[in-house]
């Protein structure tokens, strides 16, 4: 069993920065492959990055340059820094754990947390 805790959401402006976090249980953090989702309203919930257990990392087109996934795993941790921030990017963030080898797409996630919320403004 893992619990996830999602924090460092917040309200930026268009070309701001943010690093997201995820506090994870559990001795086993290490053996899954990690990433984060986002959802805007009215919408699907969207793969954005991921992270295998190995380290080898995965994004999203609509991301890639902008957003850097990394993971510490003798914190149990798991951080998603986004630079250059557009307001497309506004949504709850949600961080996930999945088996290794659903490693990049995390599909199936098999824990979530509860989510984060960004919001870049114009």
């Known amino acids: 069993q893992v619990q996830l805790v999602e924090s460092g959401g917040g309200s930026v402006q268009a070309g701001g920065s943010l690093r997201l976090s995820c506090a994870a249980s559990?001795?086993?953090?290490?053996?899954?492959?990690m990433g984060w989702f986002r959802q805007a309203p009215g919408k699907e919930r969207d793969f954005v990055a991921s992270?295998?257990?190995?380290?080898?990392?995965g994004y999203a087109e609509s991301v890639k340059g902008r957003f850097s996934i990394s993971r510490d795993n003798a914190e149990n941790a798991v951080y998603l820094q986004m630079n250059s921030l557009k307001p497309e990017d506004s949504a709850v963030y949600y961080c996930?754990?999945?088996?290794?080898?659903?490693?990049?797409?995390?599909?199936?996630?098999?824990?979530w947390g509860k989510g984060t919320l960004v919001t870049v403004s114009s």
């Open positions: 559990g001795r086993t953090f290490r053996w899954y492959a």
């Open positions: 992270i295998s257990v190995s380290g080898d990392t």
């Open positions: 996930a754990a999945s088996y290794s080898s659903a490693w990049p797409s995390l599909v199936p996630v098999e824990y």
